[in-house]
């Protein structure tokens, strides 16, 4: 059995591992754009959270536009938010044909596997799992997400072809990942999150279990995200065979828990921005504990927020969240 | 015969059929859709009065309804957003010329910073289909452009749209400045990270929390 799934199921305690590193680039005094752009500085961010707060595992960020960049879709990258796609890739069944599936060394890939590669080096007392994009995501951010929604229906042959090679830019990524020695990759699908659970089956499922295929093993571990599911998705994303699944906050996570296989580690939900940014520290404990409580005995649960945390999250709510779950413990 | 037409029109809407050529839905392919409907309806003497009301708005009020009761999602919402816009290019010249009247005038962007346009265009198609005329700001729309489009449409309503969290705090500076020229103007907010709290401490006077609520909102402050 994987490693990390056998010290979730096998441990007494509930562990926690919120998905964060703006806490740690704003700590380090550096901005988004930075670390973002440099492996250095984003690997001192995902350190510095390592050395002052206690969880589980460590996460790099969740930048859902570097592989679209790799592809040369345009990106802004502001200064101190999250980047984001500017512009459409590829339109129709032409474009989408010429489409070619880049190699790692385009845009800030070669940053990214640094960031990953010195986190893993250095960080050796806890996992760290690597982060990338889904692929009916990617292919939302190459065709237009709006666009893509249509295009499922209207023409799927070439979304399909675009998944394809979404996919193998992704699998080359995810073998790229597990390299560079971290111990299992977040693979980011929120946009899956929008689709018919029979449309995430055959739009992102059937294209996230080849990454499954190709990486996940006993010593690397595929965590799904997908925020945007409202229940509608969950068997879709249990079919993707991964390892561990991460859900967002507009589920009820008594009800994954109950629809999901026990030996699948399963990781939620509090709200990143009502609960982490914009509670207090009174708050934050009390959702915490009621988290807790409402998931007691499921031993493959793992407390974490329901998606990255943004920037400027208070450290005191980290601290307040993080502090509840090992007095829980107690 | 009317009614046969807007029957028809109201289905193509609901399952958004397009037109003749869109393969969606499988068991429509082939037939006309809510393009060739509208046009031929109106040839036959259908007013764009009945093909507005008892078409095009009862058959997105339905599509609401489902999508806010999770029984279809973004991308049939979409389709049906489409199949009524390709309706209502063929109306265009009737509201331009005021043969139809319009429930009012709702301007739309999303707020500067912001590139995201999915919920925006999403609830912007939904209000249009609900009878509203839709002036879209577009993505990261500036204060001045909002300030220009309430002076070129002084009754108008307004919506911000938001996705990140980062960006959402700039909601307030436009609705200051908004109230600020225009005290009257009243302003609806939406979009992922928002919560009807948070709108309520950025002054906005509604929030919609998905597009049904959202025009709901909206009849009633026409009602």
Sequence with gaps: MNKFINQILQGSNVEALPIMTHPGIEAIGKSVREAVSD???????????????????????????????????????????????????????????????????????????????????????????????????????????????????????????????????????????????????????????????????????????????????????????????????????????????????????????????????????????????????????????????????????????????????????????????????? | MNQNFLEKLSECVEFGKINLASPYPPQMKGFPGADEITKEALEAGVTPTEILNEALITAMNKVGQKFSENKIFVPQMLLSAKAMGASMIHLKPFFANGTVQRKGTFILGTVYGDLHDIGKNLFGMMVEGAGWEVIDLGIDVKIEKFLEAIEQNPTAVVGISALLTTTMVNMKPVIDAIKSVSPDTKVIVGGAPLSVEFAQSIGADGYGKNPQEGIMWLDKIVA
Aim: proline share 4%; aromatic share 8%.
């Design chain 1, 39 to 330: 492996g250095n500085i984003q690997y001192q961010a995902i350190q510095y959270l390592h050395d002052h707060f206690k969880t589980v595992a460590c996460t790099s960020i969740m930048d859902l536009t570097v592989e679209a960049e790799a592809f040369g879709a345009t990106v802004n990258l502001p200064e101190n938010e999250i980047p984001s796609v500017t512009g459409r890739l590829v339109c129709d069944e032409e474009s989408v044909k010429n489409l070619v599936v880049p190699s790692l060394e385009k845009g800030r890939v070669p940053q990214y596997l640094l960031a990953n590669q010195l986190a893993a080096a250095n960080i050796t007392d806890k996992p760290v799992f690597s982060g990338c994009i889904g692929p009916f995501s990617l292919a939302g951010r190459l065709y237009d997400m709006s666009e893509i929604m249509v295009g499922i229906y209207i023409e799927p042959e070439s979304i399909q072809l675009l998944l394809s090679k979404c996919t193998e830019f992704l699998v080359a990524y995810c073998k790229a990942l597990k390299a560079s020695g971290t111990q299992g990759v977040i693979v980011a699908e929120p946009a899956a999150g929008l689709l018919s659970g029979e449309d995430c089956m055959t739009y992102s499922t059937f294209y996230v279990k080849q990454i499954v295929d190709a990486v996940q093993d006993d010593s690397f571990t595929v965590i799904l995200h997908n925020c945007g599911n409202t229940g509608q998705c969950t068997d879709a994303m249990v079919a993707t065979g991964a390892n561990a699944l991460h859900f967002g906050n507009a589920i009820d996570m008594e009800g994954v828990l109950k629809q999901c296989p026990s030996d699948v580690v399963v990781l939620g939900n509090l709200n990143p921005v009502g609960v982490f940014k914009q509670g207090t520290v009174e708050s934050v404990r009390e959702e915490t504990l009621q988290l807790l409580q409402k998931t007691a005995g499921y031993k493959n649960f793992v407390i974490s927020s329901g998606c990255d945390l943004p920037p400027n999250v208070p450290e005191a709510n980290i601290r307040a969240f993080l502090e509840t779950v090992e007095m829980f413990n107690i």
